[in-house]
């Protein structure tokens, strides 16, 4: 075999930035004392920007997962009632957790690849006057399907319960206005676009979602988000902190502020057009095609073809690693992610590799013309002046 | 603008192997204590199995340039004949050492794109019996040309000559048998398809090579490579060594032990290959189209257009480093490198590129056809059984 460089395609882990890696080298410095005291508040003020909130946003060393738990378990009391629109194996995760802290779970379910529609949150929430809470996910990654954030918001927002949003592939891949649509909380990954590796969750909080918290009575400590924003006010974290990836998360930040938060979701948003296209060119159907999200494309195998071919041929052909189905859409579709560090040098080089994959398994392909449409959404957005 | 990698695609510096990269880190080791001499004889050994050589390979810290100094300084005296092959910028090279040293150099010129036949070697052997050696490029990186050096080394052979290689960018790019072809002193550079980065000069010595050492009387002490090789036989360096780069090696030559040399060649011969299949797809000219290296190509810019505006292109569009062409051939040609960490992915972004920075500039391109003239190279040699 020759030369096969391993590359992340998956949504999440996704490629690193690398001067971020770099970063994390100078980790040999204390989190109690001024190397560290200096950092902290610049890069909470950093994340405030790029989250694009003059709420809170904290940070918690877990995975994403930590900080859906964190969002449940600082706002919510034993029996409170919740809506949850789940659309996949990300909204399952929303379930299990009210399930695990005992609240009055309102499940609405989409078919994989659909999404809730916001007139059966407004409905839930009518049967539900009580409720403290409607989550859900900004982008379905299982799926690559994308809510409508927006129009939940402005029904949630008339109701006295918080819009909790999952958007841990939907930061940076599409835009999320929390002030003026009233993101309650809204939690977001380090391996995401983010650009770094696993490790971080972030979590910006409300006013109103303050409210909530006073009275919450559901066990905390670890993620007591009071306590860390008390401390994160002193320019501290308050337990040990996670010194390489804030390290690395300041240089992200700044690469994200210098490129502009609108550019990296323009670049999401291009990167799966493109992917779009290129399917469509090459004959292949997409999985969410109603409510596509930009931060991963799911594609589905073609007839007959099991995706889980597909993945491994990316991997033994080419080193790259892009993901497969998850549960019961394994083997059904592959998911080619655009978030975070991704260009269109990278698209130019996965979408190649696809006609390459599918033609070594038999698959009628013109070779080349997958590539075509990509270049072709790259000419359009990049080589003519923008439309009047 | 949207996300822009940097990706460095000259013919050195070349993308860094990963693990090479990070293996840096741990340079705070003593290059007089165990940590050091127990490493260095390992880093030499495989540095000989990666060369292919029964002889010696000794390391300097220098560029390359400095490795082709120590060729000169080593083996020669004041006044000795030296005949030079000399086909582009690096031939000049030889040259200029030559001068310096006050050699009585023979110079075979050939125009740029193209080499030096043997013949001419032979010739010049005839007409200067008393020549000391042959020097020339086995790969001459500024027109991506690369010289027959089995054959010269056939005729240099016969005579007490010795047959002087850079093969700075030839070494993983072509066959260079040197013990077996009779190839004295073979310089290669660590930022090559060493896939590190610059700071390392690598130089093999033959028996007859040694043989000239005796009683070469030009002056030298740095670059004193009977001194390098006392010294390399009890494990340590003469000087100071770049600790991390020799760390850095130590990983690089692992991954081309465990690729297989023949293997990272064939690597670069088919870039190459695929390289020049995309080019004609494109209705574009090759600079050396009959003897072509498959280290670099160079390509001719379309006429009318200046080979630095597609550099300019290359790297404002999508952040990737090409080269330009060097001296009197900037402007004229650009050029696609091959050698070391490179791959087929890379190719297909590159070429994509390249249709889109050619198309920007107005020239006739449709879209998808050089890339699909790449992946047809590479469905050929990877997706069939290889032909009996």
Redesign the interface.
């Known amino acids: 075999?020759?030369?096969?460089?391993q590359?992340l395609l998956t949504p999440g882990p996704t490629p690193l930035l690398p001067r971020a890696l770099h970063a994390m080298?100078a980790s040999d410095i204390h989190h109690r004392t001024p190397d560290f005291i200096k950092l902290y508040p610049l890069v909470l003020a950093d994340l405030k920007e790029v989250y694009g909130t003059k709420g809170d946003v904290l940070i918690t060393v877990s995975s994403g997962t930590g900080g859906l738990e964190a969002s449940i378990s600082n706002f919510f009391s034993e029996g409170d009632t919740i809506i949850i629109a789940s659309a996949g194996k990300f909204g399952e995760r929303w379930a299990e957790l009210a399930k695990a802290y005992r609240l009055n779970a309102v499940v609405l379910t989409a078919e994989y690849g659909d999404v809730v529609a916001p007139e059966r949150i407004e409905q839930a929430l009518r049967e539900n006057p009580s409720a403290q809470g409607v989550a859900f996910q900004a982008s379905e990654t299982s799926t690559g399907a994308a809510h409508d954030v927006r129009a939940i918001a402005e029904i949630v927002k008339k109701t006295g319960a918080l819009c909790i949003v999952d958007a841990i592939t939907g930061l940076g891949t599409m835009t999320l206005d929390i002030d003026n649509w009233g993101l309650d909380i809204v939690v977001g990954g380090s391996q995401k676009a983010f650009m770094i590796p696993p490790g971080l969750a972030f979590i910006s909080v409300s006013e109103k979602a303050w409210t909530h918290n006073a009275t919450a009575k559901l066990p905390r400590l670890y993620f007591d988000l009071k306590k860390e924003k008390k401390m994160a006010d002193k320019g501290e974290s308050a337990w040990t902190p996670n010194v390489s990836l804030i390290l690395a998360l300041a240089e992200s930040l700044k690469y994200i502020r210098s490129?502009g938060m609108d550019?990296?979701i323009?670049?999401a948003e291009?990167l799966a057009k493109a992917t779009r296209s290129a399917a469509a060119a090459l004959g292949l159907e997409l999985f969410a095609p109603n409510s596509p999200s930009s931060s991963v494309t799911a594609i589905r195998s073609p007839k007959g073809m099991d995706s889980s071919e597909i993945v491994k041929g990316f991997r033994s052909?080419?080193?790259?690693i892009i993901a497969n189905g998850q549960g019961s859409m394994k083997g059904q579709i592959f998911r080619i992610a655009h978030l975070g560090?991704?260009?269109?040098?990278?698209l130019?080089?996965v979408i190649?590799?696809l006609?390459?994959v599918l033609?070594?398994k038999g698959f009628p392909v013109?070779?080349?013309?997958g590539?075509?449409a990509?270049?072709?959404v790259?000419?359009e957005a990049?080589?003519k002046p923008p439309a009047a």
């Open positions: 075999m020759h030369i096969r460089k590359r080298m490129l550019k990296l323009e670049n291009l052909q080419f080193g790259s560090y991704f260009d269109f040098a990278d130019f080089a190649a590799e006609e390459l033609y070594s013109e070779l080349g013309t590539v075509a990509v270049q072709k790259y000419a990049a080589l």
